[in-house]
């Protein structure tokens, strides 16, 4: 593939189509998507999401649970229950989302390195299906709450297993030295297991780890294991969450492993170590469920030509719908959904609306010569990470959701008004 060349299908979602230059979700033109709900837009393929979640749960005979921080909201919920997949939350708040949204509680394992004695309070009454404990503090906490609430409260311990994971430094949890879980090096691992063990009020379900994020070599899940594998066959859990990470490609030439692959590699190390069946795996993954299930489309503005230099492409949004490039140096493609198949023959720099230099969504993102103000520009892979992390800064509305599947398209979270910009103040 030449450097030149349109968009990647590889990079949309499966419900995309390309007929004569213009792009269609699940048969809708993108452009009128665009037309009816405005820009920016986060434009989800519902029926890519649930293949995908599908996939996952049918490469191995492990249990799927869904990291949420990726992306979520009720409809979102209403379908991770729907697949009777399990659901990770790192808060009171993701935790409240799914809940409303009718979500099972017990199929619910809840995160976070310090949740707040009312987030605690709340899992427990709500009956949370598993608590990962991260501190000794927040293992009495824990267990004061359960006994308040007279139920035993199941427990995973997290546990770093000192595995360096090839990723971002930002999103490297599995080393020694991290805010995460117990050291397995040093003996707290060790320890805090001996406690929850001990307490009347807790009852140890199994042992969590997670190594990290956009996890392209396979086997630092395998090193995962074997790290962990001693700790596991001297306490028999009845769970080994082995956390998420698996890697998706964002730009041409990156391809993810794949769920068949990652069963392949963690199932291979648990042999390799001899644990068994009696011991349920489950998976934690977020961005690999969901983050080619969207795009982005924004409206093209100002475009400046710096002689010389580069060429500003200005659009809609930027760093507030999504901040991945600002904080970790995310690359992205764009295409324009009007124009699907054109080479993409230039250079530019796609950046926000926003008052920040670093405001930049694509540093050298190709794109047809073509574009003019007015155009309408996409970037793919934005569901995981995008939506979740957005912000208001400049006081910038978020930008609607809308879920597109063979039944249609529909607002699942509608874009902000300038009135909702104010609604909180007193
Ligand atoms: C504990 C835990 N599990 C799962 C995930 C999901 O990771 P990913 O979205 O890369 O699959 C994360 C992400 O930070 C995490 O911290």
Redesign the pocket.
């Known amino acids: 593939m030449g450097a030149t060349t349109p968009i990647s299908p590889t990079l949309l979602s499966r419900g995309v189509s390309i007929r004569e230059g213009r792009a269609y979700l699940h048969g809708i033109a993108v452009a009128d998507l665009a037309e009816e709900f405005g820009t920016p837009l986060f434009l989800y393929d519902a029926a890519h999401i649930r293949a995908e979640v599908t996939a996952a749960k049918e490469a191995a005979g492990w249990q799927v649970a869904y990291?949420s921080?990726?992306f979520l909201c009720r409809e979102l919920a209403r379908i991770m229950d729907e697949l009777g997949v399990h659901m990770?939350v790192?808060s009171g708040g993701e935790l409240h989302v799914a809940l409303s949204a009718g979500f099972d509680p017990g199929r619910i394992v809840l995160?976070g390195n310090n949740k707040s004695v009312a987030e605690i309070e709340y899992g427990v009454a709500k009956g949370v299906g598993l608590f990962v404990v991260d501190s000794v503090a927040e293992i009495g906490r824990l267990e004061r709450a359960a006994e308040a609430a007279g139920r035993r409260q199941p427990v995973l311990v997290r546990v770093t297993p000192g595995v360096e994971a090839h990723t971002h430094e930002y999103?490297m949890?599995g080393q020694e030295d991290s805010k995460f879980g117990f050291s397995l090096a040093s003996g707290a691992a060790e320890a805090a297991l001996g406690m929850v063990k001990a307490s009347p009020w807790l009852e140890f379900a199994g042992i969590h780890a997670?190594i990290g994020?956009?996890i392209f070599l396979l086997d630092s899940y395998a090193k995962e294991v074997d790290a962990l594998a001693a700790m596991v066959k001297a306490h028999s859990p009845r769970v080994l969450n082995l956390?998420?990470?698996?890697g998706v490609a964002y730009v041409s030439g990156e391809e993810s492993p794949g769920f068949d692959a990652w069963a392949v590699q963690l199932y291979a190390a648990l042999e390799h170590n001899g644990i068994g069946p009696d011991v349920q795996i489950m998976v934690?993954?977020?961005?690999?469920l969901v983050a080619q299930a969207a795009m982005t489309v924004y409206r093209v503005g100002t475009v400046k030509r710096l002689e010389g230099l580069r060429t500003y492409v200005s659009v809609d949004g930027g760093m507030s719908d999504n901040p991945r490039p600002v904080l970790y140096g995310s690359g992205y493609e764009a295409f324009l959904p009007e124009a699907a198949d054109a080479e993409r023959d230039q250079v530019v720099t796609v950046v926000g609306k926003h008052c920040e230099s670093g405001d930049v969504l694509i540093r050298d993102a190709l794109l047809p010569s073509s574009l003019e103000e007015g155009d309408l520009l996409a970037t793919p892979v934005t569901g995981?990470y995008g939506y979740s992390m957005a912000s208001n800064y400049n006081r910038v509305p978020r930008p609607p959701v809308i879920f597109v599947d063979e039944s249609g398209a529909r607002v699942v979270v509608r874009g902000e008004s300038f009135e909702d910009l104010v609604r909180l103040e007193v």
Do not use: F, M, N
């Open positions: 990291a921080k990726a990770d790192a995160h999103v949890t997670h994020s956009q956390g998420g990470g698996l934690e993954p977020g961005r690999s995981a």
